[in-house]
């Protein structure tokens, strides 16, 4: 298995504070992600890594921001959460070669009360 | 992940054989993708096929490739109780970037 952590596995928190979740990984791959998971939709990206401070948006993207300033870290925050970000939320890495295969870290289960 | 379409449940005895649909949108896609959930879990790479292949076999895994149609199936042969997850169609959009369908929920009942 990819040596992906991500932390904390669960969070509850309140409307209007602010979230950061962590995904650390141990393989030195140059791409990271974070997508959120919810119900009838699948997985959609949230936004992506493909370097150190190089980052860009995915198709949800909205209400969140994120930071690497190391190749190993990518962090994902919620600036002021919302119950519609109620999600579980999953990292994944690439080394975006020939097959541009990703693997998935465990998840963040993430309830906004 | 609209863009690629699943059905979302299927329900398959021990031992019998299952197939799992998707279609997909962009026909430029390089290479398509089998992802298997299981529950609290994240997503575990089952397979993979490459656009200009019909068809790649890998033990009880079966990929099938419809470019014309855009269609992708998974066959998994002889289905065990350890199958029983969700199973995630992807494919890469022109910018390189995955897009999922919402996931086939497969039940293997004894």
């Known amino acids: 298995d990819a040596g992906i952590t991500q932390s904390p596995r669960h969070k509850v928190t309140e409307t209007g504070t602010p979230v950061t979740l962590r995904c650390h990984q141990t393989?030195?791959?140059?791409?990271m992600y974070w997508y959120r998971q919810d119900p009838g939709h699948g997985l959609r990206l949230i936004h992506y890594s493909y370097g150190v401070k190089d980052t860009d948006k995915g198709e949800v993207s909205d209400g969140y921001s994120v930071s690497r300033s190391k190749t190993e870290d990518f962090l994902l925050t919620l600036e002021s959460a919302t119950s519609s970000q109620t999600s579980v939320y999953f990292c994944?890495?690439?080394?975006?070669?020939?097959?541009?295969?990703?693997?998935f870290g465990p998840g963040t289960r993430l309830t906004v009360t | 992940g609209e863009d690629v379409e699943q059905s979302l449940f299927l329900s398959v005895r021990e031992g019998d054989s299952s197939v799992i649909n998707c279609t997909y949108t962009d026909s430029s896609s390089t290479y398509l993708y089998w992802y298997k959930q299981e529950p609290g879990a994240g997503l575990q790479l089952l397979t993979y096929i490459f656009s200009n292949m019909d068809m790649k076999q890998d033990q009880r895994l079966t990929v099938l490739l419809n470019k014309k149609d855009k269609h992708l199936s998974l066959r998994i042969a002889d289905t065990q109780t350890g199958d029983s997850a969700i199973y995630f169609c992807a494919e890469i959009d022109s910018w390189g970037k995955l897009q999922f369908g919402a996931g086939t929920q497969v039940v293997v009942t004894p």
């Open positions: 994944a890495i690439s080394e975006q070669g020939s097959s541009y295969e990703q693997y």
């Open positions: 393989e030195n791959h140059r791409y």
